[in-house]
């Protein structure tokens, strides 16, 4: 999945994660939906395609995936049941995490030569 992502993918997730913490209701929830928005924002911010918006969400599906939501395609088309904020800054972190963590193993295991 690393060549399948984007240059502007951790950027386009830090502002989204910004843009869900300060867009929390009084109670600390939000929409699965508005996440979504909030990536879609980033990426008009940013000024990149719309592709790259669409491959950092299936970075932030699979994250989501692997920290155990049996559906993230749906949660983040959801605009009427609310999740806890730190559920959706969780998914939104642990994808950055990912994204630094396959940028440090591809550097550390790039092979030297022909780039095969």
């Known amino acids: 999945m690393t060549n399948m992502v984007p240059a502007s993918t951790s950027e386009i997730l830090q502002r989204t994660l910004d843009t ?12 699965g939906g508005e996440i979504a928005d909030a990536l879609r924002e980033a990426g008009l911010a940013l000024g ?13 599906t699979r994250t989501m995936e692997s ?8 949660v ?7 999740m806890p904020v730190s559920k959706a ?4 972190s642990a994808a950055i995490l ?6 440090t193993s591809e550097l550390g295991s790039a092979p030297s030569g022909s780039g095969g």
Request: overall charge positive; some cysteine; proline content about 2%.
């Open 20 to 31: 869900v913490r300060i867009r929390a209701n009084s109670n600390g929830e939000c929409f």
């Open 48 to 60: 990149v395609d719309r592709l790259e918006v669409l491959l950092t969400r299936t970075v932030l």
């Open 98 to 103: 990912w994204l630094r963590k396959s940028k």
């Open 67 to 74: 920290l155990g939501e049996n559906y993230p395609a749906e």
């Open 76 to 82: 983040l088309q959801d605009y009427e049941n609310r």
């Open 89 to 92: 800054l969780r998914y939104l």
